[in-house]
């Protein structure tokens, strides 16, 4: 697991790094490969900024949150990317499915020396 974190426009404080450090290292669960993330934590205006670019071998997702505190822009951030790691993990385990053994049995007719 690699995160590293950027601040921009603003000082960035290890209170507020580690914390997203902390809250984007528990989406590694979710991930069967070793994960890399991009943190970036800006100010625009008056909002708070966190954008996540997330990759974990074939899979790659971002994420952008923003909020008057950049505590709460970094949970809405992380829920958004949990979100979307669950929704692909839906999708391939759909894809990959074959047909189950009724089925096969059922789509092949006649006797053996029909084939």
Do not use: C
Not at 4 to 29: I, W
Not at 51 to 64: Q, R
């Amino acid at each position: 697991m690699n995160i590293t974190t950027t601040f921009r426009q603003m000082d960035g404080s290890d209170a507020v790094k580690n914390y997203a450090q902390e809250k984007v290292g528990k989406l590694q669960k979710f991930l069967r490969e070793a994960m890399r993330a991009d943190v970036t934590l800006s100010l625009d205006g008056s909002e708070h900024v966190a954008d996540v670019h997330l990759k974990s071998g074939t899979t790659s997702l971002h994420g952008s949150e923003r909020s008057d505190d950049m505590y709460a822009s970094i949970d809405l951030v992380v829920e958004k990317l949990e979100s979307q790691i669950r929704s692909d993990k839906g999708k391939s385990d759909r894809s990959r499915r074959g047909m189950r053994t009724a089925e096969f049995a059922e789509s092949v007719s006649g006797e053996p020396g029909d084939w």
